[in-house]
Structure formats: structure tokens, C-alpha cells
């Protein structure tokens, strides 16, 4: 059984308290070596230059591998591509391309006149660049603008075909969502690698409300289990243990890689990593 890589997605601080917390995530994370790390883009574009600014501070200060979300949110075509050089020129070559959320306030997305109509064609355009390595998002469970899972099984391989050289799921909660969607994707002609992106419960009551946005299944006896245990006081050991039963699966059915969403708290995340074995934690300098 091959050990599997593993990587983490931050997000951007939007305040200093915010902005400590982000500092102390990669300095508690660094260590264990990730296959790379991304940092989001807010919704509407809203986190631009903040999400530039954390990008070209982790590379620079830490050395590690950073890929760049960008979206077609809210900027022309000139604009995202220029966005897409200034991370280039901070050193970036890996970005993930995703189409975006509607701003604050819009029911969907609607594509800025002189912008990308959505994630493929932003593929496309940065592809023809041939500067970045692209990642893009994929869902195992539909995406809420999908009709149905095939649906998304579709709009991932045309992002495939334009460019993109691997995908990172939505969160979910049972190794059997992802096989699923593996297998459809298999199917479907897709050879690229897909990789499970992995939530670790900070919060129930919070990653049920994140679930019900994304389109996440939650499944009952889960939702009963986590319920009793934050009653307990026992959601934190809770949460360690399904985190790791659900890598520990998905390692089984000969997954090699996990993302990490560490929503800027690190402890979980590293303690779902060592109890699995996966990556050994080094000594680490700044970069000057």
C-alpha cells in the first residue's frame, strides 16, 4: 500500500488576529512536508490581493510548493490572466482554477461581460500560457448548479481536456461518495488524478451549515453521533477518529494523495497525520 502525499488549502486573514492565526497554521504544518499547499480566493474576488499577498509570503518565507486559487469572478479576461502573471512572478507555477461563487448578495453566478464564462475556459487560457501546473475543484456529490452527478462528472473532464493535470474534491463524508465518483470519472475517460479533499470537524454545528451550502450528504447516524459527542464534551475525539477512519479507507481503495482543509486551524489536521503514519515532521528554516 503506497503511502499517500499529502497537501493543505489556507485562506487568507482578513483581520491581524486572522492574520496570526494563518502565520501560526503554516508554521505548525510546514513541517510535515505537504506535496504542496493552496490559498483561497474569497467569494466574488473579494480576498484578491490578500490571497496574492499570503500566496507570495508562504513561498517566499517557507519554501513550499503554493498553488493559487483564481477565479472568473468579477474581472475580464485581461485582468484574471494578469493576476495569473503576478503570481508567476512571485515565483508561483501551480494554480487551482475554479470558476467562483456569486458575490455576497447574487442567488448565482453570472459571468462578467469581458470575463471567463467559466472554469473550463479559464483552464484553456491559462494552459496556452504553458507557465502554471493547473488544478481544479471537482465534486463527488452534485455541485449545487448540477442537475446530477453526472453532470459534474461531465464539466470535470471538459476542464481535464482544456488543460488541467488534476482535481480536488468537495469535502465529504464517507469513503464510498468518493469511490463512486472515481469510478464515473474512470469511466468517463478521465485518467488525471483526483484528489479527496479532506474536512476535519472544527465544529459540527459549522460543517453542517457549510455541507448544506455545498451540496455535501450528511449522513444520519453520523449527524447523531456528532451530536451526542459535542453534548459529551467529546467532539474533538470524535472528530480525530472519524477524520482518520475515513483517510485510512480511502488509503485502502489505493488513494495517493489527501488535501487538507485546515480552515486555519492546524491541530487536527496534524494530529489526523501522524495518527496515520504518513508524513514525518522535519525541522524546518525560513527561507531568508
Not at 54 to 71: D, E, K, P, Q, S
Not at 235 to 264: M, P, Q, R, S, W
Amino acid at each position: 500500500m503506497t503511502t499517500p502525499r499529502i497537501s493543505f488549502e489556507f485562506f487568507p486573514p482578513q483581520s491581524l488576529d486572522a492574520s496570526f492565526r494563518l502565520w501560526e497554521t503554516v508554521q505548525a504544518l510546514a513541517p510535515m512536508m505537504p506535496e504542496f499547499v493552496s490559498v483561497t480566493y474569497g467569494a466574488g474576488g473579494t480576498t484578491r490581493t490578500l490571497t496574492h499577498d499570503a500566496v507570495a509570503t508562504i513561498h517566499r518565507n517557507y519554501g513550499l510548493n503554493v498553488a493559487a486559487h483564481l477565479t472568473c469572478v468579477g474581472a475580464t479576461k485581461t485582468e484574471t490572466l494578469a493576476i495569473a502573471e503576478s503570481y508567476h512572478a512571485a515565483g508561483v507555477r501551480e494554480i487551482v482554477a475554479l470558476r467562483g461563487d456569486a458575490p455576497q448578495g447574487a442567488e448565482r453566478f453570472v459571468a462578467h461581460p469581458l470575463g471567463f464564462a467559466n472554469s473550463a475556459d479559464l483552464v484553456n487560457a491559462l494552459a496556452k500560457t504553458g507557465k502554471f501546473r493547473i488544478r481544479v475543484g471537482a465534486y463527488p456529490e452534485p455541485h449545487p448548479d448540477a442537475s446530477d452527478s453526472a453532470q459534474d462528472v461531465t464539466w470535470l473532464k471538459r476542464k481535464i481536456d482544456a488543460g488541467a493535470t488534476s482535481a480536488i474534491t468537495q469535502f465529504f463524508f464517507e469513503a464510498d461518495t468518493f469511490f463512486r465518483f472515481r469510478d464515473a470519472c474512470a469511466k468517463a475517460g478521465i485518467t488525471a488524478p483526483i484528489i479527496p479533499g479532506i474536512l476535519p470537524v472544527q465544529s459540527w454545528s459549522g460543517v453542517r451549515k457549510f455541507a448544506a451550502r455545498c451540496g455535501a450528504r450528511v449522513p444520519q447516524k453520523l449527524d447523531e453521533a456528532f451530536t451526542t459527542a459535542a453534548r459529551d464534551g467529546r467532539e474533538d475525539l470524535l472528530a480525530l477518529a472519524h477524520c482518520t477512519a475515513l483517510c485510512d479507507k480511502l488509503i485502502e481503495g489505493g488513494v495517493e494523495d489527501l488535501h487538507f482543509y485546515t480552515l486555519n486551524r492546524p491541530n487536527l489536521t496534524r494530529e489526523v497525520v501522524r495518527a496515520l503514519g504518513i508524513a514525518p515532521e522535519v525541522a524546518l528554516e525560513k527561507v531568508a
